[in-house]
């Protein structure tokens, strides 16, 4: 340790960093990269994510490479890749507590680094790393991710880095807004009068609307359901990867979406962006603006601006309940979205494209 609290590392080290979790979770380690790359200017960074996470990491500039191992890998699978990464890294941090992200890092790194549970399991993994920091709820996932980078002694760097934008061919010209309706699960779908009032209201506006989507066969179904009236969209839903969404989104006038790693990606963008949230807790997971969160999301609230991002809720007394639905299972209903009225989204997005004003 340097007299600055500083980790002590050599001049050019080789850095892995490991965020086993879905598409939303690895994008918001990308601030923790690049806190570290802007304190090792010649390090070698890497990222050890899952398979089906590895593109929403393409292009960014902190990186040098992504290794990516299958979402269910089997033991042999484990034992091979921990064989593989074996004192490979100078350093090895584990954006989560969890037990295989946290024996990856010791395994991999002649230091590592990782959050802790205040359990007796957290104690045991204390005791093979050499920084922790104690993992803490009802705080930002950045926020907690951030802390990695005290831990080190290290400046922190705030911003969210998005995949390297593409272009689309084939896009009609002019003036768009962006609607993802499709979450990963049904406890945070909104209903599809509201998406299609939600639309209709842009074209009378004079807004081309482009749905994008997934290319998942549920997700196309649900869609299907969504726009299937003749609704005013422009269709482009399981054609983008992550860089050509990154694209799109850079160019739109607004987007909106549920709570989904999309809406996450279009916040970073900085395109105006409007979340619909359900049970999850803003505290945690609202969007991370584009520059960084000013100021904490409150719980709960009609409609709260942080920076770009316009965050949506139904407040009812639970909300937010930190649940899979009312139905408890992620295939459940929610009734704060159910019962979430299309005007107080469009007000929203009248807000967004700086049609409205209000306070914050």
Known sequence: MTDDGRIELPQRPRILVIALRRLGDVLLTTPLIASLRRAWPEATIDALVFADTAGILEGNPDLDRVIAMPPRPSAWQSADLAARLWRRYDL????????????????????????????????????????????????????QILRLADALGIARVSEVAIPLPRAIDGMPIGDYAVIHAAPMFRYKQWHRDGWRAVAQWLRERKLMVVATGGPGPAERRYLDDVWNTGAPVFRIDGQLDWPRLAGLLAKARVFIGPDTSVTHLAAASGCPTVAIFGPTDPRSWGPWPAGGLDAAWAASGECQRRGNVWLVQNPLPCVPCQLEGCGRRIESYSSCLDELAPRQVVEAVEQALGLATVAR
């Open 92 to 143: 090895a941090i584990s954006t989560q507590c969890g037990d295989r992200p946290t024996f990856f890092a010791v395994v991999a790194g002649r230091r590592s680094s990782a959050p802790v549970e205040a359990t007796f399991n957290g104690r045991i993994k204390r005791v093979f790393l050499h920084r922790s920091v104690a993992y803490a709820s009802g705080v930002h996932r950045v926020e």
